[in-house]
């Protein structure tokens, strides 16, 4: 099963098992993108069209793909 499809999960475990795993999808170098990941899996978690503004826009996409659209601000 890939990365955020078991949306069963709930509370402070499950969010950091799915940021945990966007880290290690996102491969050696995972570990740059710890402060994004807690916030890349629960924009990933909605229903819908998501929307989110990070700072880094680069490495929220790699961590979200293009199940959520990214906008700098």
């Keep these: 099963m890939g990365p955020l499809q078991d949306r069963s999960r709930a509370g402070d475990e499950g969010d950091r098992g799915e940021a945990i795993e966007l880290l290690e999808v996102a491969g050696p170098p995972g570990y740059e993108y710890a402060t ?11 229903r819908g069209d998501v929307t989110i503004f990070p700072s ?10 293009d199940r959520v659209v990214v906008r700098g601000i």
Aim: glycine share 4%; charged share 35%.
């Design 36 to 46: 994004d990941a807690a916030p890349a899996a629960a924009a990933l978690r909605q």
């Design 56 to 65: 880094d826009e680069e490495d929220m996409r790699l961590l979200c793909g």
